[in-house]
């Protein structure tokens, strides 16, 4: 059980845009930066969005991050079949004085 | 550039230790941290712990308490975790990433796993 939710799935057409939102607590996400990793099966983790919207060199325009209160949401816009991957959140949890991750999306390109 | 190379894959008996190094490149050794995280196959991301490589601070999470140490060797520009009495749920990808160097936040550079195998 991940103190951060994300939904397990979410699928969309090519070109299209999907959101997937993670959501925590006063504790996390409420009171610390978000970031967001993807992951193609069978690679490590990439940094795609962090400090909750900023994006690091590289990662185009297409991927998004905001945040409001204790949730955070990753948008994909133009959605393209590379883009298919697994995607977590994550941030500090001063109550727990640990970082923690999401349970992870998949995203299918339909 | 950055890179982060680990060391290769281990088979370790149940009970025994397991050592992992990551070789950093391409920048200030100390003026980062490493975060250490592991994915059991077919599970996700579970964040294990982080050290300075500045001043060799460190939080881990509760779950490793007494059985996760992590170290960092400015000499050579490496980062190391070592996990003791293994067992079967402990067979995963663990990788090392370039973290923050006060505290956890992101995670800007990844190795590329070291698979242990505990059978």
């Known amino acids: 059980q991940s103190v951060l939710t994300q939904p397990p799935s979410v699928s969309a057409a090519p070109g299209q845009k999907v959101t997937i939102s993670c959501s925590g607590s006063r504790s996390n996400i409420g009171n610390n930066f978000v970031s967001w990793y993807h992951q193609v099966p069978g690679t490590a983790p990439k940094l795609l969005i962090y400090?909750?919207?900023k994006r690091p060199s590289g990662i185009p325009d297409r991927f998004s991050g905001s945040k409001s209160d204790t949730s955070a949401t990753l948008g994909i816009t133009g959605l393209q079949t590379g883009d298919e991957a697994d995607y977590y959140c994550?941030?500090?949890?001063?109550?727990?004085?640990?970082?923690?991750f999401g349970g992870g999306t998949k995203v299918t390109v339909l | 550039q950055v890179k982060l190379v680990q060391s290769g894959p281990e088979v370790k008996k149940p009970g025994v230790s397991v050592k992992v190094s990551c070789a950093a490149s391409g920048y200030g050794f100390t003026n980062f941290g490493f975060s250490w995280v592991r994915q059991a196959p077919g599970q996700g991301l579970e964040w294990m712990g982080w050290?300075?490589?500045?001043?060799?601070?460190?939080h881990h999470a509760q779950r490793f308490q007494n059985r996760i140490t992590m170290t960092t060797d400015a000499s050579t520009n490496t980062a190391y975790m070592e996990l003791r009495s293994l067992g079967s749920d402990d067979t995963a990808m663990y990788y090392c990433?370039?973290?923050?160097?006060?505290?956890?936040?992101?995670?800007?550079?990844w190795g590329q796993g070291t698979l242990v195998t505990v059978s």
């Open positions: 990433a370039r973290d923050r160097i006060t505290v956890p936040g992101n995670k800007d550079y």
């Open positions: 400090d909750n919207s």
């Open positions: 994550g941030t500090w949890d001063s109550g727990l004085s640990a970082w923690v």
């Open positions: 050290i300075s490589a500045y001043d060799g601070s460190s």
